[in-house]
């Protein structure tokens, strides 16, 4: 039986205050897109009002048509902004933000996927924001590992790619382009490649999922060297969206927490409203990234001592 009436816990309030309305303004002068307001996030508030937001880089017209996502489908024809990268350092430089989330919309008209604009997006990021981390939330570059290469060479703290459900229920939900196989290898092709990046993924339910069938995807992203988990509720952004099959109530997202925790997640991030660039779990993801930095500077000391 489908669900339609949302139950009281996901009840959200309307984005509002200072914060919010500054951050609308600074990326409308900027013509910069936000996943924020394309993807209709339920937290909006809390992230914008706190300061912070996920930026949308390549545009706002994905080349794929996955059946949950509310970000337009189309055909972006090769067209993209080569001032974006300096605009998105320029708007984060005016944030004053110590951690940040870029993301983008599938760009498969791209010979590249547009890995060669994620990295150099990230390294003038980085280059004006020399303190900030950053979390970047990547497609799957068709599977090619020259341009995932691209990404990880430029140095981002998080490489977060979504498997987004489970295997049986990709076919339905996704794009026919990704695979859940494929998005698997693109995580664990980061660890390949670098072993000091950390990865990320998310899956959402209430799309009909089974208990088994998540634990079998948090099992298979942790085969992968998977760091961080996000779960949360799908819900429908629209009448032309897959209809939700369930809410699923708020001890069973705490349950998924300790599955995930039990197989061995650095940070499992599960409840109704949370999504893959949740602002709550960044506080944690930012605490484990500064603390493994200064262990591992404490390791060099004493490797440096030793040598001595």
């Not at 489908?73 to 110590?98: F, H, R, T, W, Y």
């Not at 870029?102 to 590249?112: A, E, G």
């Amino acid at each position: 039986m489908l669900a339609e009436q949302k139950p009281e816990w996901l009840t959200v309030n309307p984005p509002k205050g200072r914060s919010y309305e500054n951050l609308k303004e600074l990326f409308g002068k900027l013509s910069l897109h936000t996943v924020c307001e394309e993807a209709h996030c339920p937290n909006v508030h809390e992230c914008w009002g706190g300061g912070t937001a996920t930026l949308m880089l390549m545009g706002e017209v994905c080349s794929r048509a996955c059946r949950f996502c509310m970000v337009t489908p189309g055909k972006p024809q090769g067209v993209l902004d080569e001032l974006e990268p300096e605009n998105v350092s320029l708007a984060l430089s005016q944030m004053g933000l110590s951690y940040v989330v870029l993301t983008s919309v599938d760009r498969d008209d791209l010979p590249d996927g547009g890995a060669a604009h994620f990295a150099r997006t990230i390294r003038m990021v980085k280059e004006r924001n020399p303190g900030m981390l950053i979390e970047v939330l990547i497609p799957d570059f068709q599977g090619d590992v020259c341009d995932l290469k691209r990404v990880v060479e430029a140095g981002p703290d998080v490489i977060a790619h979504n498997i987004e459900t489970t295997l049986s229920l990709t076919p339905k939900v996704r794009d026919p382009r990704a695979h859940y196989w494929q998005s698997l290898s693109v995580l664990r092709n980061v660890k390949k490649l670098s072993r000091h990046v950390y990865t990320k993924s998310s899956i959402m339910v209430g799309l009909g999922e089974s208990e088994e069938e998540v634990t079998q995807a948090m099992t298979h992203l942790r085969q992968a060297d998977v760091d961080f988990l996000t779960v949360g509720q799908y819900l429908r952004p629209s009448a032309r969206h897959l209809k939700v099959v369930e809410y699923v109530k708020p001890e069973q997202f705490r349950a998924y927490r300790e599955i995930g925790e039990g197989l061995g997640f650095r940070y499992v991030a599960s409840g109704p409203l949370v999504r893959s660039s949740y602002r709550a779990g960044e506080f944690y993801i930012r605490a484990a990234i500064r603390g493994d930095a200064r262990q591992n500077q404490s390791y060099m000391a004493a490797e440096t001592e030793n040598a001595d």
